[in-house]
C-alpha cells in the first residue's frame, strides 16, 4: 500500500510548472467520440482519471497513443455505446460520454458514476437535458440506458441549477446534429470554456450569446483537431498555499491569470501578496495570513475544489476564520483528519469554524477524496514531526508528480509502497 510520508518545517524554493487541466481534459476526450479523423491533444496531465478516460474511450471505438503529455486519438472501425460500470465506478467524468454517444450512434447504455465521498453525486440534470432534447432515458441495474425517441430541432433549456457536468453534456450532445439549441443558466467554469473552444477548433457551431447562455447551431460532422488542454486553475491555487503555509516565496509557471484572479482576491484579503512576473508566470509572498470568511460558489467565486486546500491554511492563521461549503453536501471529510493533527475546527451543518491554532502536529492520516488528501500534504508540510498520509491514490486522481514537484522546491517528502 503507498504512502506519502513528510518532515514538517522544509522551507520551499525555486519554480513549480503546472500541468494541464484534469477537469478541462476529460470532457475534452469524452467530445473525441464526435469526431472520426484523428485528435492531438497537447500538456494533457498524467494523471489516473486521464488514463481511466483513455481505457473508456478504448473501449467505445477509439485507439490512443499517449507520447508524454500528448495523446493521439484515432478512431476505429467499431463502435461501442456500452460504458461498462468497472471503467466508470472510480471516476464520475465517466457520464460524460453518454451526450456524445447518443449524438453519435442514437442510443448509449452508460454505467451510472455512483456517489462519492464528497457526495452523492446525482445526474437527474443531465437526463433532464436528454429526455427533454427527446431521447428515452431509462435506469436498469445501475445503468442508464437511453435512446433515440423524437429528437427536438428547436430546444431551450434553462439548467434548474448550475452544473459543470450537466452543461458539458448538453454542449456535447448539441454541437453534432441538425438542431438549434439555447442553453440557459450554464455553468461558466474556464474548463467548460475550453470544452466549447476544442469543439470550435473543430468546427462546431457555438456562441455565447450572454454571461450564462449559449446558442448552438448543430453541425454535420467534426474535423479533427489539435488541441492545447489549458493549464490547471486548482493545481495552481494548491501550490499558492504550499507556498504561504510554508511562508516560502515560490513561482508558478504556467498558469492562466484570468482563470485564477478569484483564487487570488480571496488571498489577497486575507494578507497575502502576488506577482506576475509574466503572463504565464506569478511569484507568491507570502506575508503574515489574516482570518477569513469565505462561502464555495460556482464561478467566478471562490471554487469548491479549493476549499480543503484553504482550510489548512486557516488551521494556522490566526484569529476565527468560516468557510461555508455550498456546491456539495459532504465536503468536510479532511476536517477530522486536521483535527488530528491539532486544528481547532467547528463545524455547523455547510459551515466550519477554524480557529487558529500555534502549530499543527504531524499524525499518520487517511486521504478521503482528491482535494482532502491535497489538504494534509499541505498541512504536513508545515506539521511538527512526521506526517503519514493512507490511500494516496485519491491523489494520483488529480495531481501530476506532486511529490517530485514539491521535493524539487525543497519539501522533505517521499513515497514508500509499506
Ligand atoms: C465538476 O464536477 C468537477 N469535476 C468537480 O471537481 C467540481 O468540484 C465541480 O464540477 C464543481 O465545480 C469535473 O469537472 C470532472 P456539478 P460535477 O455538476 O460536474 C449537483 C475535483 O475535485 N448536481 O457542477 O460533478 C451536484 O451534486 C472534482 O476535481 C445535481 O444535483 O459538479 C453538486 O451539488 C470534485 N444534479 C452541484 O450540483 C446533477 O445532475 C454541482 O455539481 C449534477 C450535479
Known amino acids: 500500500m503507498k504512502k506519502i510520508i513528510i518532515k514538517g518545517g522544509a522551507k520551499l524554493h525555486g519554480s513549480i510548472n503546472i500541468s494541464g487541466s484534469k477537469n478541462a481534459c476529460l470532457p475534452i476526450l469524452a467530445a473525441t467520440l464526435l469526431i472520426e479523423e484523428k485528435v492531438t491533444l497537447h500538456n494533457v496531465p498524467l494523471v489516473r482519471d ?53 449524438a453519435k450512434l442514437n442510443k448509449a447504455k452508460v454505467s451510472l458514476p455512483g456517489g462519492c465521498a464528497i457526495g452523492a453525486r446525482p445526474v437527474d440534470i443531465h ?6 432534447k427527446g431521447y428515452q432515458n431509462k435506469i436498469i441495474n445501475g445503468y442508464v440506458v437511453s435512446k433515440k425517441k423524437k429528437l427536438r430541432k428547436q430546444l431551450s433549456y434553462l439548467f434548474k441549477k448550475i452544473s459543470v457536468g450537466a452543461t458539458e453534456t448538453a454542449i456535447l450532445n448539441s454541437c453534432l446534429s441538425n438542431s438549434e439549441v439555447r442553453l440557459k443558466n450554464i455553468a461558466i467554469e474556464p474548463e467548460v470554456f475550453d470544452l466549447i473552444n476544442f469543439l470550435i477548433s473543430a ?25 492545447n488542454i489549458m493549464p490547471d486553475r486548482i493545481e495552481a491555487g494548491t501550490y ?13 509557471n504556467n498558469i492562466f491569470p484570468d482563470h485564477i484572479k ?15 512576473i ?25 471554487p469548491t475544489d479549493m476549499q480543503a486546500q484553504l482550510m489548512s491554511l486557516l488551521t494556522l492563521t490566526k484569529g476565527s476564520s468560516e468557510i461555508t461549503e455550498d456546491i456539495f453536501e459532504n465536503r468536510f471529510l479532511h476536517v477530522l483528519e486536521l483535527q488530528r493533527m491539532g486544528a481547532t475546527i467547528e463545524i455547523q451543518n455547510n459551515k466550519a469554524k ?30 511538527k514531526g512526521e506526517t503519514v498520509i493512507n ?11 506532486l511529490v517530485g514537484k514539491l521535493k524539487k522546491c525543497g519539501a522533505k517528502i517521499k513515497i514508500i509502497d509499506a
Open 127 to 132: 437526463l433532464d437535458f436528454l429526455s427533454k
Open 50 to 102: 486521464i488514463l481511466t478516460m483513455v481505457s473508456l474511450l478504448e473501449s467505445l471505438g477509439k485507439s490512443i497513443k499517449i507520447k508524454k503529455n500528448i495523446l493521439e486519438i484515432k478512431s476505429q472501425k467499431k463502435k461501442n455505446f456500452f460504458a461498462k460500470y468497472d471503467l466508470v465506478k472510480t471516476m464520475r467524468a465517466g457520464i460524460l460520454v453518454i451526450g456524445p454517444l447518443l
Open 203 to 227: 468546427g462546431a457551431n457555438i456562441k455565447s450569446t450572454s454571461k450564462r447562455t449559449l446558442l448552438i447551431k448543430g453541425v454535420n460532422n467534426l474535423q479533427g483537431t489539435e488541441y
Open 278 to 302: 509574466s503572463d504565464s508566470s506569478l511569484k507568491i509572498f507570502p506575508n503574515k495570513p489574516k482570518p477569513l470568511k469565505i462561502k464555495t460558489v460556482p464561478y467566478p467565486g471562490f
Open 354 to 383: 477554524i480557529t487558529g491554532v500555534e502549530s499543527l502536529s504531524g499524525a499518520e492520516v487517511m486521504a478521503t477524496d482528491l482535494r482532502a488528501s491535497v489538504c494534509l500534504v499541505l498541512a504536513g508540510l508545515v506539521a
Open 262 to 276: 478569484n483564487i487570488i482576491k480571496v488571498l489577497k484579503n486575507g494578507g497575502i501578496k502576488f506577482k506576475f
Open 240 to 252: 499558492m498555499i504550499a507556498s504561504i503555509i510554508t511562508k516560502s516565496k515560490i513561482i508558478l
Open 391 to 401: 490511500r494516496i491514490y485519491h491523489l494520483e486522481r488529480g495531481y501530476e508528480n
